[in-house]
């Protein structure tokens, strides 16, 4: 049975940090892109970072670049999110995801889901 199990959210005031782990069970990680997404109440789900499986390449939000860092432990089955410098606006829900295929910010190719780990920031 696939299942990701999420942890490290929680409150935060602006400017603190934040790291989520997301470790995957009933597959490898090892040939899955993976990706990182949030929604925030009212608002649709965006994709904030992902990670290719070959290569490492990353991809970021505008939004988040230069504050928060993707990467993966495929050893451990596990994929992060180091979130710095957080803003109120980084507000939302946090879900991890894995793709077989080519990384992407796009929701909608995702094959598996995390059940989601809330982020709030504020003071």
């Known amino acids: 049975q696939v299942q990701f199990v999420e942890s490290g959210g929680g409150l935060v005031q602006p400017g603190g940090s934040l790291r989520l782990s997301c470790e995957a069970s009933g597959f490898g990680l090892d040939y899955y892109a993976i990706g990182w997404f949030r929604q925030a109440p009212g608002k649709e789900r965006e994709g904030v970072s992902c990670?290719?499986?070959?290569?490492?390449?990353?991809d970021y939000a505008d939004s988040v670049k230069g504050r928060f860092t993707i990467s993966r432990d495929n050893v451990k089955n596990t994929m992060y999110l180091q979130m710095n410098s957080l803003k109120p606006e980084d507000t939302a829900v946090y879900y991890c995801?894995?793709?077989?295929?080519?990384?992407?910010?796009?929701?909608?190719?995702?094959?598996?889901w995390g059940q989601g780990t809330q982020v709030t920031v504020s003071s």
């Open positions: 995801a894995a793709v077989w295929g080519s990384a992407t910010l796009k929701s909608t190719l995702y094959d598996y």
């Open positions: 990670i290719s499986s070959k290569d490492g390449r990353a």
